[in-house]
Nanobody
Framework: QVQLVESGGGSVEAGGSLRLSCAVSRYIISSNCMGWFRQAPGKEREGVTVICSFGSSTYYADSVKGRFTISQDNAKNTVYLQMNSLKPEDTAMYYC????????????????????WGQGTQVTVSS
């Protein structure tokens, strides 16, 4: 069974930084798309970013462009989300997800493109 385990969440003040990790077991992720999603209380889950094609292609939600960076370490089979200049509106449960596809286009944030999900890690940003 493929497993995705997120870590690195926590509580920070606005303007601070966090780095989330998503370790994948029982599957080699190097050629697949890996995404980060988040869900704030009372809101639908939304796509944050995705990395595809051996890390050569990335997409970001407009709300995080210039502040968040996705990367992957194929040797560790792990994907990272570096979050800088955090805002209170970034408060959410963050999930990583594995796609069977190696490319992503305008539909990168559609959840149906991902078939494995982690349990999530909480990020709380205070003002």
């Amino acid at each position: 069974q493929v497993q995705l385990v997120e870590s690195g969440g926590g509580s920070v003040e606005a303007g601070g930084s966090l780095r989330l990790s998503c370790a994948v077991s029982r599957y080699i992720i190097s050629s697949n798309c890996m995404g980060w999603f988040r869900q704030a209380p009372g809101k639908e889950r939304e796509g944050v970013t995705v990395i595809c094609s051996f890390g050569s292609s990335t997409y970001y939600a407009d709300s995080v462009k210039g502040r968040f960076t996705i990367s992957q370490d194929n040797a560790k089979n792990t994907v990272y989300l570096q979050m800088n200049s955090l805002k209170p509106e970034d408060t959410a449960m963050y999930y990583c997800a594995l796609s069977p596809f190696s490319y992503a286009g305008s539909s990168w944030a559609e959840e149906r493109r991902y078939n494995y999900w982690g349990q999530g890690t909480q990020v709380t940003v205070s003002s």
